[in-house]
């Protein structure tokens, strides 16, 4: 009997045996259910292919591990997706600040100018409507000319010239002036004002110079009160192209493997509440934006230039009055060609000879054709001639009073309600944000990885292990930086940022060119201490802007410096004017 139970005994032993160790196998064996719940709540990808449990010897390409892993080959390849997808939105995200600065102030510079342009616009149609009525229809076409190549030329374009565009609109206001205000009566009946002759006078207007010293006053004046608008804009359109490709930039192979390794490998370990070191961070991130760092110097630059521009048009109202002006310096063109009258219809016979042709074949009798005065100046003497020498003519009297009631005939002040932002609010703001980004591009790693490592835990995961912290080397920014990197190799730069790069500098010699000072934003004649005390001299108290730490030598200074002596030497450019104040 005993004999027969012994075996059963011994099955029954083996059994429990068995199972014990089945249960204590299983309680021993990892869960990964936190890992499934930090892979859903990352969305990285399909809850499938996280395992419920821990296992060994996974075929993995970036996350090894001796022991038990709850890590896939197809967990791998989502956590190398997403740590570069969130790595980019974070990069964008610190980026959308920067462009928004940019675009916004860029659009606010341009309604600003719009706002301007508009305004004055209607100003000097004023003026043909309630004085010069006889070519006021004529003449409005050739000012919506100018005014539309000035909006241009502030946008940036570069097939624009001020001065070009403002001797173009007295070539053609002249045939207009001459032939209804100085010699209206030189048509009749029996002939009309010949399509040769009105060329004639177009084409030699500027050595006729009827309209005295005024065209080029009021070319030199807008070219060198718009030249700081022209340039800020020209500078945030680059500034925004250069963001957007840098948005558009990709990252390499090795730095997703990196990432993979700070950011998702301690998941496979079970260890998903864990940090990255900050020195492991900041290795990973310098290594994978080493081609952005390396646009940190012409960054720089580039922010000086934005400064110095801004610096420049928030020193005073010299865009404001300058388009304000056009008007009067038309009105004091055309009283010049009034004036001299006599002494340009002159001139005119004898550069151009008879203006009119008959209107039929009938013939017309020399003294009909011939009311042109017999005086005979010369050009030279008639280029000295002004407005403000009415006594040497016949009658000046009687014309210096009419003279004086013209110049009186100016619009109201601008309604408060209706005038936009001015240039010199719009400049000081901007001027104060853009500073914050001068050192973006190489404070974008610190940036991330602020927000990726917590600095008040004790352990960290230093991409192999959890440790009390980092040991290895911590690698400066730049390409050249990254040789001694120990968690990344990168041996080359994306070609678009090579690009962006060459550009950006590009764009700033030939800035430095068209302001007059050299590659290193220093002027290419020497400047005394007392003209730079004169630039910076702008910045006071209620404008906040002390304690900005700016030496006079330092770029941005020294391009307001430069925009600042643009200006007084045009001191007509740079007079206060009330109305616009405040």
């Known amino acids: ?70 890590c896939t080959r197809k967990m791998e390849e989502s956590y190398y997706a997403a740590a570069q997808r969130d790595t980019l939105q974070n990069i964008l995200s610190y980026s959308f600040e920067l462009k928004y600065l940019i675009l916004g102030h860029a659009s606010s510079f341009q309604d600003t100018f719009h706002s301007l342009l508009s305004f004055t616009l209607n100003h000097t149609y004023s003026l043909f409507d309630s004085t010069y009525g006889t070519i006021s229809q004529d003449a409005k076409p050739l000012v919506s000319t100018l005014f539309s190549d000035l909006d241009l030329y502030l946008r940036g374009d570069a097939n624009i010239s001020v001065e070009h565009s403002v001797h173009s609109f007295y070539d053609k206001l002249f045939p207009l002036v001459y032939q209804h205000l100085v010699n209206p009566g030189l048509g009749s009946n029996v002939s009309t004002w010949s399509s040769e002759g009105s060329e004639c006078l177009r084409a030699t207007r500027h050595d ?100 110095g521009l801004s610096r420049a048009l928030s020193g005073g109202y010299e865009v404001e009055l300058a388009l304000l002006r056009i008007r009067e310096r038309i009105n004091d063109a055309i009283l010049t ?12 016979g004898k550069v151009c000879g008879s203006l009119t042709e008959l209107v039929s074949s009938t013939q017309v009798s020399p003294t009909s054709r011939s009311l042109t005065p017999s005086v005979n100046p010369t050009i030279e003497l008639l280029t000295s001639v002004s407005s ?36 010199k609010k719009i400049s000081k703001e901007f001027m104060g944000y853009i500073q914050r980004y001068k050192s973006f591009f190489s404070t974008l790693p610190e940036m991330l990885c602020e927000g990726e490592v917590v600095m008040d835990e004790n352990t960290c995961w230093s991409g192999e292990d959890v440790v009390e912290s980092y040991t290895g080397h911590v690698v400066g920014n730049g390409l050249k930086a990254q040789k001694h990197n120990p968690e990344i190799k990168i041996r080359s730069v994306d070609p678009i940022l090579v690009n962006v790069k060459e550009k950006l500098e590009h764009f700033n010699q030939e800035m430095w060119g068209e302001l007059g000072l050299g590659t290193d934003g220093r002027e290419d004649v020497e400047t005394s201490s007392g003209d730079a005390a004169e630039g910076s001299g702008e910045c006071d108290d209620e404008d906040g802007c002390q304690g900005s ?34």
């Open 1 to 70: 009997m005993l004999r027969r139970t012994a075996p059963r005994v011994c099955c029954l032993w083996i059994l429990l045996s068995s199972v014990l160790i089945w249960r204590v196998q299983c309680a021993s064996a990892q869960s990964c259910h936190e890992v499934k719940t930090a892979f859903q709540l990352r969305q990285v990808g399909s809850l499938r292919w996280v395992p419920e449990t821990a296992t060994t010897d996974v075929d993995l390409l970036i996350c090894k591990h001796q022991g038990p892993t709850c």
């Open 337 to 348: 060609a009034q004036l001299n009258g006599p002494h340009l219809s002159a001139v005119v």
């Open 549 to 582: 730490g700016r030496s006079e030598g330092e770029t941005a200074v020294w391009v307001a410096v430069a925009l600042k002596r643009v200006c007084v030497g045009s001191a007509a450019a740079c007079i206060p004017w009330e109305p616009w104040l405040e």
């Open 388 to 423: 403000s020498s009415p006594t040497a003519l016949p009658n000046a009297g009687n014309q210096h009073e009419h003279i004086t009631l013209k110049r009186r005939s100016l619009p109201l002040k601008p309604s408060k309600n209706d005038k936009p932002r001015s240039l």
């Open 208 to 307: 006729i110079n009827p309209f005295g010293p005024h065209p080029q006053e009021l070319a030199q004046g807008l070219s060198r009160a718009l030249v700081a608008g022209r340039a800020l804009s020209r500078a945030l359109a680059v500034g925004s192209e250069v963001l957007n490709a840098t948005e558009s930039v990709g990252m390499a192979r090795q730095c997703g493997r990196a990432l993979v390794r700070m950011l998702f490998c301690p998941h496979c370990r079970g260890l998903t509440l864990i940090r990255p070191c900050g020195g492991l961070c900041l290795n990973v991130m310098r290594g994978c934006l080493a081609g952005l760092a390396e646009l940190d110097g012409p960054w720089r630059s580039y922010v000086a230039l934005l400064e």
